[in-house]
């Protein structure tokens, strides 16, 4: 079946630092890749995506790209800001195999000034 | 735009009573609308997807008799967690998807803490 993993937090980062968040899927179709971002007291918020191999997904200098050979899509960001602390979410979707939104379990990124 | 509001944010209750949740689309139609729960350090997991006037299709696993899901507009949708129990206690989230748009693109609420005791 489909699922998501992605790698334990919590995460602390000095502002500035790079971040990588690591996220690898299973899938039997052809999935659609995402990241969600929810920030402390909201609803969760599609930052990127991806729809199929070798895209490349970016928003607010967030960037990753959908590795249909490692089944990879890896969450990265140059600097990060204070801002940036928040609850990082991969997810899935494989329209033909029927399914909605598959999510990893959360990454929370907490960063320092 | 987009925006998707939960009532309430937080909700305590005795063990036996029913509780409410409720879910809306502020200034779009939702056709679809999603049910989710999550435990702590947990991702989050489908419970339900409820399409506007027709019966919710339950993810294998959840009771329906239990989490009862009405989707009588295009605006609301509510989850109702009868003869609550402790082991209820989680955090609901809903999300819409527009009309014209695929399910892929949701919009989440900010969810719902449900303690049962």
């Known amino acids: 079946g489909n699922s998501v993993t992605q790698m334990e937090g919590p995460v602390t980062l000095s502002e500035e630092a790079f971040l990588t968040i690591n996220c690898t899927y299973t899938?039997?179709?052809?999935?659609?890749l995402f990241w969600y971002v929810q920030y402390p007291g909201e609803g969760l918020q599609l930052l990127l995506k991806?729809?199929?191999?070798?895209d490349k997904g970016s928003n607010k200098g967030f960037e990753a790209t959908y590795r249909k050979e490692t089944t990879s899509f890896h969450l990265e960001k140059g600097s990060v800001q204070v801002s940036d602390s928040a609850v990082y979410f991969c997810?899935?979707?494989?329209?033909?195999?029927?399914?909605?939104?598959?999510f990893g379990k959360g990454t929370t990124l907490s960063v320092s000034s | 735009g987009a925006v998707v509001s939960q009532h309430p944010s937080w909700v305590i209750c005795k063990s036996g009573t029913s509780v409410k949740i409720e879910c809306r689309s502020l200034?779009?139609?939702?056709?679809?609308m999603f049910w989710y729960r999550q435990f702590p350090k947990q991702s989050l997991m489908l419970m339900a997807t409820?399409?506007?006037?027709?019966?919710?299709?339950?993810e294998q696993g959840v009771e329906k008799d239990k989490f009862l899901i009405n989707h009588a507009s295009l605006t609301l949708s509510t989850l109702t967690v009868t003869s609550a129990h402790p082991e209820d206690s989680s955090f609901y989230i809903c999300?819409?998807?527009?009309?014209?748009?695929?399910?892929?693109?949701?919009?989440f609420g900010p969810g719902t803490r449900l303690l049962v005791l």
């Open positions: 999300s819409a998807s527009q009309t014209g748009e695929g399910f892929e693109t949701q919009y």
């Open positions: 899938a039997t179709g052809y999935p659609s």
């Open positions: 991806a729809t199929k191999a070798d």
């Open positions: 997810a899935l979707s494989d329209p033909q195999a029927g399914t909605a939104l598959i």
């Open positions: 200034d779009f139609q939702a056709t679809t």
């Open positions: 409820s399409n506007e006037g027709s019966k919710a299709t339950y």
